[in-house]
């Protein structure tokens, strides 16, 4: 690729595309709790949700993520994914709430 090209990303595209992958794990993990809590591993409730959000928050929280050279960088990156893990884990319980098994 020369230097003079570049690339565009279409941003609607984009955005749908994350959002289709989003809503993909979200039903692959529902079906992976309720098989779980069919099988008694676990009582799958809104309150067992949180257990599991805030799990993912705190590995979340350990781990370096990206490997940036910009303190601000790895910051923001963190703040975004911890703030997508929490709007996801929050649609999660409230599917559970309202469809209970």
Do not use: C, W
């Not at 570049?6 to 709790?33: K, N």
């Not at 975004?80 to 929050?90: A, I, S, Y």
């Amino acid at each position: 690729m020369d230097e003079d090209d570049s690339v565009e990303l279409d941003a609607v595209a984009t955005v749908s595309r994350i959002t289709a992958l989003e809503m993909l794990v979200r039903q692959i993990m529902i079906v992976q709790l309720r098989i779980l809590d069919k099988m008694g591993e676990i009582s799958l409730t809104g309150d067992y949700v949180q257990t599991i959000a805030k799990a993912y928050t705190e590995k979340v929280d350990e781990s370096p993520i990206i490997e940036s050279t910009s303190p601000e960088v790895n910051y923001e990156f963190k703040m975004m994914v911890l703030h997508n893990l929490e709007r996801f884990f929050d649609d999660l319980e409230r599917h559970v709430r309202d469809n209970p098994a």
